[in-house]
């Protein structure tokens, strides 16, 4: 265990000594897990850029609302299917099966969410399209499956309908997984900037996944192009500033989630 927790931490550890270390120490080699000639100067550099908290602003919006859609539409889709009394079961199950495997590819989704959904330059491009996985909707239907039948048996005698039964029987037992289907669709939209460089023109609607992807590939911050030093400084060490800022957010929030990601994977993986 030990070993794994060094194997893993190692690379993180690594991306925060290059951010506040030197350029010259990043290029020479001399960064292990430990600063070597600290500076915060990348760090100061983009976090004073006004538009930046904008740009994060942008990214929790996406990332709470997307994951409620997300984890609603998948929880609702995948409570049917676990139902072997449905009728058509057999095919939606295969169907939903079906997309794991075969998609109709970048230019088909692109022309399906930008010209026939109008999505085009709105935060919906960004939510709507990836808000149900068939992974995750077969993992919430192997959850639902397992929750014993006699509970929502004793409910419909006390008079409960279907929809009060999945709302105050079923998602509060669910907790577990439905605390994975949070952590996996939030860290999915929270990273994701690749679909809104697709879909968002105006640069006011970036998520922060985007600006700091943009800063990436221009190495050299705009404020400090007029010098020579600190434009060094941040082409060296922008990569890992950029990544320990993206990824600080979710490393907090998850060991609030991880005892119930851990048993929703697990319940939600085996049957029986």
Known sequence: MTLVVVATLYPFLYLVAQSFSSEAAVY????????????????????????????????????????????????????????DRLRLNKFFIPFVLFTMYFGGGLIPNYLLVAKTLHMRDTMWA??????????????????????????????????????????????PLSKPILATMVLFSMVGIWNN?????????????????????????????????????????IAATVKSCAMVLTSLPIICIYPFVQKYFVQGMMIGAVKG
């Open 126 to 171: 960004i939510i709507i399209p990836g808000a149900i996985s068939a992974f995750n909707v077969i993992l919430v239907k192997t959850f639902f499956a397992n929750l014993p039948n006699e509970l929502e048996e004793s409910a419909t005698v006390d008079g409960l309908g279907i929809y009060g039964i999945f709302v105050r029987i079923v998602l």
């Open 28 to 83: 020479a080699g001399k960064v292990s897990i430990f600063p070597v000639d600290f500076t915060d100067k990348t760090y100061r550099v983009i976090l004073s850029k006004p538009d930046f908290f904008r740009y994060y602003g942008n990214t929790i919006l996406y990332s709470v609302l997307g994951t409620i859609i997300s984890v609603g539409a998948t929880a609702v889709m995948s409570y049917p299917l676990s139902k």
């Open 193 to 233: 900037w690749f679909g809104p460089s697709l879909f968002l023109d105006a640069k006011e609607k970036w998520p922060v996944a985007l600006y700091l992807r943009q800063i990436i590939d221009s190495t050299i911050n705009t404020d400090a192009s007029a010098n020579t030093e600190t434009a060094a400084q």
